[in-house]
């Protein structure tokens, strides 16, 4: 290559260099417009907070009819305990007075 052709290549090359960076910039300035548009319609648009409210109504009163069923269940099984705990302490003091008057 003779040395005036060098020069010109890299004119050329420089030349083409600047116009793809300024392609670059401007699709960049592209995208960075795009962004800021669907991040105002994203914060400008509301959330379903009714929908939200709704399913967590739903959930705190599946978990309170939960709560309330076992309740009972603790309720009931706690009367059985009692009653049998009665039963067998008239048993055992049967028991005992039995012994004591010589019955056994």
Known sequence: MPMREIPKSVEDIESEAEKILEEARTKANEILLKAKKDVKEILSSQLPMDEV??????????????????????????SKIRTNADKKIEEVVEHIVSIIIGAK
């Open 53 to 78: 409210k709704t399913e967590c109504q739903e959930i705190i009163g599946k978990a309170r009819a939960g709560a309330d069923e076992k309740s009972k269940d603790s309720k009931k099984k706690a």
